[in-house]
């Protein structure tokens, strides 16, 4: 139990909690938009931009950082080029990302390890700079989000009615992908890049079980998000377990009890 | 001196030399669209003034789609001119003015929305940024769904409502601003027979006793011809316009219209009552 009490735990716990808002929060704009798999393109494409990083000696986070703001704006361009095929765009720049990933680790032989951290989440090596970009991007989401949530509604549910209303839909496009570009990148190093899309998107998907409103569902899914975070960190830092696997199961298993429950309530009414 | 001005002609009130009151709601000049290669609008000239009731009618294909998105400024023509309310659609500002009625299955029923927050939405335009909801934004909701006869269903999620409640709500959704224009992209695919009758009386209704300015794409050829006639106002390709205009010239200085959408709801009812009465004698 004398994990929970160290510093290198509570440091988790921190850049935890505060990433337990802010990708739910994204993650129920993607969702809803039928976007879920963006998360994965761009936290794979936010690797080869930490292997870059390691390669030229620069913190490896920002050029994570760096890359996958790229490749939200490449996505946009492309879902251009392919109007009904949005799917399409993420498809391609995700096997971008991960080709140029490839050729950077294998460029660097020596640093392989390191990567290994970035790709499972490595939350026990938090450092300080670490957490202060998982607090300035939480910052920058929730201000975002609190003075643009009716817009952002508006787009998700109705797209069309939302240019009609004169919202320049254009900027929100670019705006989403941009704060998912930053909340993904800034929590590969808890999550890990293989699994940060289930923090993103899982919640989402628990609160299209229960919620009934759009409030609702937004209060969901940063509980939802949260309760995974802390009982993840915690189950992991007791048995010993990997964290950011432990985190993505448990929202697996709350998902199933949602899903199980509300089966329970439609057969016994 | 007096007496000259005493003497002015009455008439002086009356519109100038067009002899019309009624202002160009939309109007389109030599519009052109392809896609790609492919032609869809060509030369398409068409005015629309206020109070006026557009049908459009056209198969899939024709361009009927294309046309609504041009209009509203989410495409752009490849030659000629579109303006609303009399300004090219690039420097038009007054979003507010338009109502829009999308499809019906425009949106994924799963939606974590309530029937309030999808009519509130209506109100979320370029006016709005950076503000908050007030309550008299929630008083206008409460109207609209008073209006549209859905005020029981405000606090369901959207998805559960039938095909017509929907419509209703969407509809709710568009009067929250009280607009002059009233866009409607097919409104009723989907929606049984009966929901669309109920849908087009109300929307008839509106046509008739309220200053809405109505453009309606729609498949369905006998509403249109029994509300607007047979005769055609325009045609482009494979698009048919058909027109009825619900405010004759002599009219203009009339203005004692209900705007309200308090006032809708108690003319619906009251006629309602008439007919009931009229079906038991």
């Known amino acids: 139990m004398e994990i929970v009490t160290s510093e290198f735990f509570q440091r988790a716990l921190i850049g935890g909690l505060l990433i337990g808002v802010t990708a739910p929060l994204m993650g129920i704009f993607l969702v809803l938009r039928r976007l879920s798999m963006i998360g994965d393109t761009l936290s794979h494409v936010s690797i080869a931009g930490v292997a870059l990083g390691f390669l030229i000696g620069v913190y490896p986070v920002a050029v994570g950082l760096?890359?996958?703001?790229?490749?939200?704006?490449?996505?946009?361009?492309?879902?251009?080029?392919?109007?009904?095929?949005?799917?399409?765009?993420?498809?391609?720049?995700?096997?971008?990302?991960?080709?140029?990933?490839?050729?950077?680790?294998?460029?660097?032989?020596?640093?392989?390890?390191?990567?290994?951290?970035?790709?499972?989440?490595?939350?026990?090596?938090?450092?300080?700079?670490?957490?202060?970009?998982?607090?300035?991007?939480?910052?920058?989401?929730?201000?975002?989000?609190?003075?643009?949530?009716?817009?952002?509604?508006?787009?998700?549910?109705?797209?069309?009615?939302?240019?009609?209303?004169?919202?320049?839909?254009?900027?929100?496009?670019?705006?989403?992908s941009v704060l998912t570009a930053l909340v993904i990148s800034a929590s590969i190093k808890i999550v890990g890049a293989l699994l940060v899309s289930a923090l993103l998107t899982i919640p989402a998907a628990c609160s299209l079980i229960i919620a009934r409103s759009f409030r609702q569902s937004i209060i969901t899914v940063v509980i939802i998000g949260e309760i995974a975070v802390i009982c993840g960190l915690m189950i992991a830092g007791i048995w010993n377990l990997a964290p950011g696997g432990t985190i993505v199961l448990l929202l697996i298993v709350i998902l199933l009890g949602l899903l199980l429950f509300k089966r329970g309530i439609r057969t016994g009414s | 001196?007096?007496?000259?001005?005493?003497?002015?002609?009455?008439?002086?009130?009356?519109?100038?030399?067009?002899?019309?009151?009624?202002?160009?709601?939309?109007?389109?000049?030599?519009?052109?669209?392809?896609?790609?290669?492919?032609?869809?609008?060509?030369?398409?000239?068409?005015?629309?003034?206020?109070?006026?009731?557009?049908?459009?009618?056209?198969?899939?294909?024709?361009?009927?789609?294309?046309?609504?998105?041009?209009?509203?400024?989410?495409?752009?023509?490849?030659?000629?001119?579109?303006?609303?309310?009399?300004?090219?659609?690039?420097?038009?500002?007054?979003?507010?003015?338009?109502?829009?009625?999308?499809?019906?299955?425009?949106?994924?029923?799963?939606?974590?929305?309530?029937?309030?927050?999808?009519?509130?939405?209506?109100?979320?335009?370029?006016?709005?940024?950076?503000?908050?909801?007030?309550?008299?934004?929630?008083?206008?909701?409460?109207?609209?769904?008073h209006a549209m006869k859905i005020e029981d269903l405000a606090d369901k999620r959207i998805g559960q409502l039938s095909g017509g409640q929907q419509q209703r709500a969407f509809l709710a959704r568009a009067l929250i601003n009280n607009p002059s224009l009233l866009i409607l992209d097919e409104p009723t695919v989907g929606i049984d027979a009966e929901t669309q009758e109920?849908?087009?009386?109300?929307?008839?209704?509106?046509?008739?006793?309220?200053?809405?300015?109505?453009?309606?794409?729609?498949?369905?050829?006998?509403?249109?011809?029994?509300?607007?006639?047979?005769?055609?106002?325009?045609?482009?390709?494979?698009?048919?316009?058909?027109?009825?205009?619900?405010?004759?010239?002599?009219?203009?200085?009339?203005?004692d219209l209900t705007h309200s959408l308090r006032g809708l709801r108690q003319e619906m009812d009251s006629r309602e009552e008439v007919v009931q009465v009229g079906d038991r004698y």
């Open chain 1, 66 to 176: 760096v890359f996958a703001v790229a490749a939200s704006f490449a996505i946009e361009k492309l879902r251009k080029a392919y109007k009904s095929y949005a799917e399409l765009s993420i498809a391609i720049i995700m096997s971008g990302g991960v080709a140029l990933a490839s050729i950077l680790f294998t460029m660097g032989k020596g640093f392989n390890v390191n990567v290994t951290g970035y790709l499972f989440g490595s939350i026990y090596t938090l450092s300080n700079i670490d957490l202060i970009t998982i607090a300035v991007v939480t910052v920058v989401v929730l201000v975002a989000i609190r003075l643009q949530v009716k817009e952002l509604f508006l787009l998700t549910f109705d797209e069309d009615a939302a240019a009609v209303s004169g919202l320049p839909v254009r900027f929100y496009n670019v705006m989403i």
């Open chain 2, 1 to 145: 001196m007096q007496q000259m001005t005493e003497m002015l002609p009455e008439t002086d009130v009356l519109p100038g030399p067009a002899g019309d009151c009624h202002q160009d709601i939309i109007s389109l000049e030599g519009v052109t669209f392809s896609y790609q290669q492919q032609r869809v609008i060509t030369g398409l000239n068409l005015s629309v003034r206020e109070r006026d009731f557009i049908g459009l009618i056209g198969s899939n294909g024709a361009g009927k789609t294309t046309l609504l998105k041009m209009i509203v400024g989410l495409l752009r023509p490849e030659s000629g001119v579109i303006r609303l309310f009399g300004e090219p659609v690039g420097q038009f500002k007054a979003w507010e003015k338009i109502g829009y009625v999308p499809q019906k299955n425009a949106f994924n029923p799963l939606f974590p929305a309530t029937v309030r927050e999808v009519v509130l939405s209506g109100l979320y335009g370029r006016n709005k940024l950076f503000r908050r909801i007030t309550k008299s934004d929630h008083l206008k909701a409460d109207d609209a769904l």
């Open chain 2, 198 to 255: 109920s849908f087009f009386h109300m929307i008839k209704h509106m046509h008739q006793h309220h200053n809405i300015t109505f453009l309606m794409v729609s498949h369905d050829m006998e509403m249109i011809r029994t509300y607007l006639g047979l005769h055609q106002a325009a045609q482009s390709g494979k698009l048919k316009f058909y027109k009825k205009h619900s405010h004759d010239l002599q009219n203009c200085a009339q203005d």
